[in-house]
C-alpha cells in the first residue's frame, strides 16, 4: 500500500529502543530493590526470582507507558520536524526528566521499604503535608547511604549513553500524504497497545491492574513487592479511594459474629487516671520481656526499664499493630479504628464524630490531653486530636524550650517526658497521651548521652534504649505525683522500624508490637503475661471497662479484662491485602475476595491452605471476614463512627 511507503521505520525503530531501555532499567531496579531488602524478602533460587522479574514486566509496562506517555505522543505524531535535531534534543530532555524522577522513587524504597514495609505509596503527600523537615530528612537519608544516590547516578549516566548510541538521522518526508497516512495508522496501533499496557490487560471485562494483583503471582505475599516496583505503586494510588460500600452478609450476622458494640458492666467507684504511651517505632523485637517463649538464639533486650515494668503488669507478647505508620497508630490505640488499604486519616471520612477512648473519658468528666513533642501540628496529631476531643494540646510551642529540639523532628524525649510528669494531674481524674518522638529517624540521641548505651547491630538500637532511660526517669518523677497511685498506664508502639532476627522478617510480624498495662494499684489487678492474640484496637476498650464505663462502645476491639468474651478480629493490612487473625487461622482479602488461608502459627504466612481447607471453621472465619470488612466500610462511610 502507498500508506506504507510514508512509514517512519528509524523513529519507530529508536522509539521501541528507547522505551526498550526503560524496561532494562526497571528491571535492574528491581534487582537493586531486592538487594538492599534480601533479609526482608526471601528469594530461594535464582528461577524464583527471574519469575518474579518476569511478573513485575506488566507492572513495569503501565509504569513505564504512565511516565512516557507524552514522549510516545511527540515521537509519533506527524510533525514533519520530527527528525530534526532541535527536536530530537527537545524529546531528550522529555524523556529523561520524566523518567529520571519517576525512576528516583524506586532508588527511595531501596532505604524506606525497611520502615514501612510497603512501596511508596501516594500516601507519602499525606505525611508530607504536616512536617517541615522533609528535605532535612532526605538529605540526611542520602548522607546515610551514599551508596544509593552512587547507584541512581551511575545508572542514569549509563542510561544516557545507551540512549545516544541509537540516532535518528534528520530527513524530511518524500511525499506528504503517505507520511500522514502511516503516521495516523501507527498511532492509532500504539494507542490501543499503550492503553492495553496500562490497564495490564485488553480483555473489557479485567479491571486495570494494582497492587494487589501483584500477590497473585508469588507463594509468599510479601513477595508482591518485589514484582511491584515504586513507581507504578505510586501513580496508581493517586486519586484512588478504595473506600466503597460492599454488601457479603445481612446485619445480623454482623452483630452476632463482628459485635461491632460492647457493653461492659465493671463497678468502679474512685476512677483511675490513664496514661497511654505511645512509643515512636517501639517494635516488640526490641523488648526482652516479649521475648522470653521466641527461642530467638543470641537475643539481646535493649529496654531494661521496659523489661523491669513488665514484671509488674499485664503483658501480652503477642500484640499486633493495626496500621504502618505513626497517625495510623494514633488512630488505632485511642479510637480503635485501623487503617487498611488506604489510611482511614487520609480519607475524605476522617473528620467525623469518632467515639474513642477520649471521647468516653469527656463522657465521664475527665480531664483530656495529649502530648508530643515535635512543632504543633507534626504527623497530623494536633488535626486528629481535634476531632477525638482532646480537650488540650502540649507539643513543641507549649513546651517553649528549644534548646532541647533535637533538631530534626522534636524535643529529646528526656526532658520533655519530665514536662510531660510534671504538667499532668493539676485536674483528676485525667486522662492522658503521650507519643514520644526520639525513637525515630536519623536515630540520633542527645550528645551528653553517647557512649552510654550500648551499641547493637541496628541503628534503632541506641534510640530506643534512650528511650527506655527517658521513661524511667519520668517513672521517678511521677512516682512523685500525687496522682501516681491510682493511675494506669499503657505502653504499646505506634508501629514497627528496623528488624534484625530472622523471628520478625516474617509477614505478620511485621507488626509485633508490645503491649502494658501497670497500675501501682494493686485493686485492678494488672498482673501476669497473657499469651492470646491482642492488638492495638483492644487498648480502647480496655480502658473503657476498666473505668467503668458501663454505656455501649462502638469498637471492633474488646477488653482485654474482661469476663465477657466478645469475638476476637485481629486485623490490618499490608498496604496491599487486608488481614485478619480469627480463631486457628489468618485470612487475606483483597476486598472482594478471600485469596488466602494460613495457618495462626504461619506468620510468615509460607503455606497457603485456601485450597485444601474447607472445614467449617474456615468457611465461617472468611465469611467474618467479609462481614468485618462490610461493617468497616459502612461506619466510616456513612459516619457512624460514634
Avoid at 547516578?153 to 542510561?159: A, D, E, N, Q, Y
Avoid at 473506600?243 to 463497678?267: L, M, T, W
Avoid at 505502653?491 to 502494658?516: C, S, W
Amino acid at each position: 500500500m502507498k500508506f506504507l511507503k510514508g512509514f517512519r521505520k528509524q523513529e519507530v525503530l529508536a522509539l521501541l529502543y528507547r522505551i526498550f531501555l526503560a524496561y532494562v532499567f526497571y528491571q535492574i531496579a528491581r534487582l537493586l530493590f531486592w538487594y538492599f531488602n534480601k533479609d526482608l524478602i526471601k528469594v530461594d533460587s535464582v528461577s524464583d526470582y527471574l519469575k518474579l522479574a518476569y511478573h513485575g514486566t506488566a507492572f513495569d509496562t503501565t509504569a513505564i507507558l504512565y511516565v512516557n506517555a507524552l514522549f510516545i505522543l511527540l515521537s509519533l505524531l506527524p510533525l514533519i520536524i520530527n527528525t530534526n535535531k532541535g527536536f530530537q534534543k527537545a524529546l531528550f530532555w522529555i524523556y529523561f526528566i520524566t523518567n529520571g524522577l519517576t525512576y528516583a522513587m524506586n532508588f527511595g524504597d531501596f532505604i524506606y521499604y525497611k520502615f514501612s514495609q510497603a512501596r511508596l505509596t501516594s500516601a507519602v503527600f499525606q505525611v508530607a503535608e504536616h512536617e517541615s523537615n522533609v528535605s532535612q530528612t532526605l538529605t540526611i537519608s542520602i548522607g546515610e547511604h551514599p551508596f544509593v544516590l552512587i547507584w541512581f547516578i551511575v545508572l542514569m549516566g549509563l542510561w544516557v549513553f545507551l540512549y545516544k548510541r541509537v540516532k535518528v538521522e534528520e530527513s524530511k518526508p518524500a511525499k506528504l500524504l503517505p507520511y500522514f497516512l502511516s503516521s495516523i495508522v501507527t498511532l492509532c496501533i500504539t494507542a490501543v497497545l499503550v492503553v492495553g499496557g496500562i490497564r495490564g490487560d485488553f480483555k473489557h471485562s479485567t479491571r486495570p491492574i494494582n497492587m494487589v494483583d501483584a500477590t497473585r503471582f508469588v507463594t509468599n505475599p510479601i513477595q508482591g513487592n518485589m514484582v511491584l516496583n515504586s513507581t507504578f505503586s505510586f501513580f496508581r494510588t493517586l486519586n484512588t479511594n478504595s473506600f466503597k460500600e460492599v454488601h457479603f452478609v445481612d446485619e445480623k450476622y454482623i452483630e452476632e459474629n463482628v459485635q461491632p458494640y460492647k457493653v461492659y458492666d465493671r463497678k468502679v467507684e474512685n476512677r483511675p487516671n490513664i496514661v497511654i504511651f505511645i512509643v515512636e517505632s517501639f517494635g516488640r523485637e526490641y523488648s526482652g520481656a516479649f521475648n522470653k517463649a521466641k527461642n530467638i538464639k543470641d537475643y539481646v533486650s535493649y529496654t531494661p526499664f521496659i523489661d523491669s515494668l513488665a514484671t509488674q503488669s499485664l503483658i501480652f507478647p503477642n500484640t499486633f499493630a493495626n496500621g504502618r505508620q505513626s497517625i495510623h497508630g494514633m488512630s488505632s490505640v485511642l479510637a480503635g479504628i485501623p487503617s487498611l488499604t488506604d489510611a482511614f486519616t487520609g480519607s475524605p471520612y476522617s473528620n467525623q464524630k469518632i467515639q474513642s477512648i477520649v471521647s468516653v473519658c469527656n463522657d465521664l468528666g475527665y480531664d483530656t490531653s495529649f502530648y508530643h513533642g515535635a512543632p504543633n501540628g507534626s504527623m497530623g496529631f494536633l488535626g486528629f486530636g481535634n476531632i477525638l476531643g482532646f480537650k488540650h494540646y502540649f507539643g513543641k510551642t507549649e513546651y517553649n524550650h528549644d534548646e532541647d529540639f533535637d533538631g530534626m523532628w522534636a524535643i529529646w524525649d528526656e526532658p520533655f517526658l519530665q514536662y510531660f510528669a510534671k504538667n499532668v494531674g493539676k485536674k483528676q481524674p485525667f486522662m492522658t497521651t503521650m507519643f514520644t518522638a526520639s525513637s525515630h529517624h536519623p536515630f540520633k540521641i542527645p550528645e551528653k548521652y553517647k557512649g552510654k548505651f550500648k551499641k547493637g547491630p541496628l541503628e534503632m538500637h541506641e534510640p530506643i534504649q534512650y528511650t527506655d532511660y527517658a521513661i524511667k526517669e519520668y517513672f521517678e518523677t511521677a512516682k512523685k505525683q500525687p496522682w501516681f497511685k491510682n493511675t494506669i498506664f499503657v505502653f504499646t508502639g505506634d508501629h514497627t522500624n528496623q528488624i534484625y532476627y530472622p523471628e520478625y522478617e516474617k509477614g505478620m510480624n511485621r507488626f509485633a508490637v508490645p503491649l502494658i498495662f501497670y497500675s501501682p494499684n494493686p485493686e485492678y489487678n494488672l498482673k501476669g503475661e497473657n499469651p492470646e492474640i491482642a492488638q492495638q484496637m483492644d487498648i480502647y476498650p480496655t480502658l473503657a471497662d476498666l473505668i467503668g464505663y458501663n454505656k455501649p462502645i462502638r469498637s471492633w476491639g474488646r477488653s482485654l479484662v474482661s469476663d465477657k468474651k466478645y469475638s476476637q478480629i485481629m486485623v490490618n493490612s499490608d498496604g496491599n491485602t487486608e488481614q485478619f487473625i480469627i480463631g486457628n487461622y489468618m485470612y487475606r482479602f483483597d476486598g472482594k475476595e478471600i485469596v488466602g488461608v494460613y495457618d495462626k502459627a504461619d506468620i510468615g504466612f509460607e503455606k497457603n491452605l485456601i485450597d485444601k481447607l474447607k472445614t467449617p471453621e474456615v468457611e465461617k472465619g472468611k465469611q467474618t471476614a467479609k462481614a468485618w470488612y462490610q461493617d468497616y466500610m459502612n461506619r466510616v462511610i456513612n459516619r457512624k463512627l460514634y
